[in-house]
């Protein structure tokens, strides 16, 4: 499995470039107006993982298929938008769809970009994103509870699930605080995803930042990442400029463009791993002469689950995953070494997936 993410923010922060630079295309319209994305752009990106490409090297793949992720670029709103301003309520129903959030925030000065509040603030953006997402949960939460009430009546059980979450998120929502503070026992779990609150998303913090602030980021961005430590959630530092030259040169020119820019890595590594660390997502490898090819899972998935995104015929019928760590594959130069060496281990239905492990699944057609 992959995952979706919704990139927000106000209009004129950066997000379709950011986009664009993601996605390598140049499907978004970036301009310098507000509402200059009317549908979401959906884009699908490869998961850069170097372990890949050696995995590849030492079987001697044909073929390398990284993991992949969605991005969602989603047209900037802007206050009032639960109640319909700007463009409004079709775009809070394209975030539903998600399933994290990227919140980009302005954080660079620039007297040519004209910024919709006229001010850089990005604690302020942030906040009126935040609060645009709470009063249409609210709004969607009081809808759904007086739809609620016959079933309640009835005695439904799921309809008492139901109500007694929604209650929940309400209780959070009058008093300011996102959805996702609500604590969830495991047995409301699906449930509560079924609702699909807004705020009930995990959200990362995107400071786009200018070029000269890309390596050690800014005021702006210290901020952002104070606000973010204290609501529990994350943030990372990119220039969405830097990104959107970096997609146009070859992979050598690209190296080199980051490291006179004093930067290890591209903003897109960076965002990636900070989103499946948002989602507790790990990767798994099939690695043979045919391919090698990456695997995204929730992190404590058990094996048959792991093997049930390869195929649903490996989850129904597993066996058992012969399994070597990733630093026995390679410390060992492959699947024949790691075996001789007594460190290809037979696992059952009960083991879970290790991130990096290298796995081959056993199963009953």
Not at 180 to 199: M, N
Not at 238 to 252: T, V
Not at 270 to 296: D, Q, S
Not at 320 to 326: D, F, L, M, N, W
Request: charged share 25%; with cysteine.
């Amino acid at each position: 499995m992959g995952f979706r993410m919704g990139i927000v923010g106000l209009p004129n922060v950066g997000k379709s470039t950011l986009f664009n630079a993601l996605t390598r295309t140049a499907a978004a319209q970036a301009a310098n107006f507000p509402f200059c994305t009317i549908e979401p752009n959906v884009g699908d990106v490869a998961v850069p993982d170097a372990r890949l490409e050696r995995l590849a090297a030492i079987a001697g793949s044909r073929q390398i298929i990284p993991a992949r992720m969605t991005f969602v670029d989603i047209a900037g709103l802007v206050k009032g938008a639960s109640k319909g301003e700007g463009l409004g309520n079709q775009f809070l129903a394209n975030i539903r769809e998600v399933d994290a959030i990227a919140h980009v925030l302005r954080c660079f000065e620039d007297a040519d970009v004209t910024h919709v509040e006229g001010r850089v603030d990005p604690l302020a953006d942030a906040e009126v994103i935040e609060t645009e997402l709470m009063l249409a949960d609210l709004e969607s939460v009081e809808k759904r509870r007086a739809g609620l009430l016959r079933k309640l009546k009835g005695g439904d059980k799921e309809a008492a699930q139901a109500d007694r979450l929604l209650a929940a998120a309400q209780a959070a929502l009058e008093a300011g605080r996102p959805a996702r503070t609500v604590a969830v026992d495991a047995e409301d779990a699906r449930a509560w995803r079924l609702l699909q609150l807004l705020t009930a998303k995990p959200v990362l913090y995107v400071c786009n930042v200018d070029e000269a602030s890309a390596a050690t980021g800014n005021r702006f961005s210290e901020a952002v990442a104070a606000m973010a430590e204290a609501q529990g959630a994350a943030s990372v530092v990119i220039s969405a400029q830097i990104e959107e030259e970096i997609s146009r040169l070859e992979p050598e020119e690209a190296a080199m463009f980051l490291a006179e820019m004093g930067l290890e890595e591209a903003g897109l590594d960076r965002l990636i791993r900070a989103g499946y660390a948002l989602l507790h997502l790990e990767t798994y490898f099939t690695v043979g002469p045919k391919e090698a090819r990456a695997w995204t899972i929730p992190r404590g998935t058990p094996a048959p689950k792991a093997a049930g995104v390869i195929h649903g015929d490996f989850e129904k019928g597993f066996i058992r995953a012969e399994t070597i760590a990733y630093e026995d594959f390679v410390s060992l130069g492959g699947e024949q070494g790691a075996k001789e060496a007594g460190k290809m281990r037979a696992e059952g239905k009960s083991y879970i997936v290790q991130d990096g492990d290298v796995l081959h699944f056993l199963f009953n057609t």
